[in-house]
């Protein structure tokens, strides 16, 4: 008897991975395409017109969630970044006054390749990825942001880190007059963070250029800034222009400003509760009914094995 | 129109009008999507700060009327203590429902645990029965003895009210600031007064016994 072999599928015959894994995505989008025909053309240009410059060549990255994204007038228009006011609506009207171009970081530290990089030289050698993150801000509201950034591992690795590099710690810009916000003393300024080295080097730590495939809103902490999602929002540094490898801890801003509520991993965590409220639930932004917070905001999977063994009560 | 009807049927509904005007805004904020990316914290916020708002000016009545020498001022004081206790029951809803679905298990944890919730309702507590006997025949019933030294409560919400401000914000404390000033000015207004009723005499006794009579 003859066994033929099974027919061979053509390569442009089989769904890409990437769509297939997006299936619904892929579908959601075709349904908004065809609302989006039938809605006015000026809408969509008014709407186009708001954002800023589209980034080219985002490749897809990977951790990916298919949970419905917050809006983009959301993400941009409802954000803590004190140096712009501490009203969560000011910076979205005042961080105008930003200069994202020309813009300097700092490499420093423990490291054999300490430099002053031009922002856009320090982007240049990498690939910019889409990826589609939770945020859960330490206030108990949360959002899902599709940014777009560069594995901040691959960006560290070209400093060659010495063995004395243990944590990395990063600096927000320090400019009255383009922050405005700064000349209020709510907190020391400037606003720093800091991660532990293995933290830094993860995979899903990024440094966010963009949002919505779109150049990163000044208000969202452009030109650079870090996206840690497994951490409470405040870890994710804005507007940073030094990037430090120390031997020691660093202490962060809110650290700083209040040890005894704001930790140095202060990893999403629902059953540390912060002192003044609890972090079991949270609102995401859109929804009426609250969600439960998942540990390291879901991301456990992917990073648990960092802090096997720690009592994250007392290290939160 | 003599100036009791105007006061009765003029000035009272559209202070009573403009004072609804914050629950206006907040409605229909809700329904146009005014309320910014979080509607459900707007409208916590929102009547959170009415409620120190009409606090502070029901406070502020009796040393207007003093300052100003205009005694009808006082026949709006009820409404604005009303108001408070309105925007504070608001305020509470939200609380109770947007925020905890009415899981009083959560709710009867937080009270005792949460030091700014403690003080909130504290504060809103402390208005019910103040609330409750605003009527001409509960004042007629209780005395007016009796009445004012039950009123003089309004002072206690009046600071638990500002300490729960002051206590839920994370790190900028300016707003909570400016009521607390703004609080200190109307409490110690009555201190003075009490204190120059009394004489100028330091004892803790006097002054005391002074205050309701200036009420």
Known sequence: MLIRPATEIPSSEITDERVYVRRREFLQACGLAAVGLAASPIAVNAQAAARPRKLENVARGPFGTTEALTPYENVATYNNFYEFGTDKSSPAMTAGSLKTRPWTVKVDGECDRPADYDIDDFIKPHTLEERVYRMRCVEGWSMVIPWVGIPLGDVLKRFEPTSRAKFVEFTTLRDTRQMPGQRSSVL??????????????????????????????NQNGAPLRLVVPWKYGFKGIKSIVRIRFVDRQPVGAWERQSSSEYGFYSNVNPQV??????????????EFFKRKTLMFNGYGDQVAGMYAGMDLRKNF | MSSARLIRFVLKPAVCAASLGPL??????????????????AITHGTGDWTLR??????????????????????????????????????????????KFFSWREIARDIPRRPFITMGFLAFVVLVPLAATSTAGMIRRMGGRAWRRLHRLVYLSAIAGVVHYWWLVKADVSRPRLYAMALAVLLGSRLFVAYRKAGGVTSPVRPRASISATR
């Open chain 2, 54 to 99: 009409f606090l502070l000016l029901t406070l502020a009545v009796t040393p207007l009327r003093t300052l100003t020498r205009w005694n009808p001022l006082v026949r709006f004081r009820r409404m604005f203590g009303l108001f408070a206790f309105f925007y504070a029951s608001l305020h509470l809803l939200t609380y109770v429902w947007l925020d």
């Open chain 1, 188 to 217: 020391d300024w400037p606003y720093v963070e800091g991660l532990r080295l293995d933290e830094a080097m993860h995979p899903l730590t990024i440094l966010a250029v963009g949002l919505y495939g779109a150049v990163l809103p």
């Open chain 2, 24 to 41: 206006g805004v907040l409605v229909f904020g809700a329904f146009t999507g005014g309320l910014g990316a979080n509607p459900i914290e």
């Open chain 1, 273 to 286: 509760d912060h002192p003044r409220w609890s972090q079991a639930s949270e609102r995401r932004l859109g």
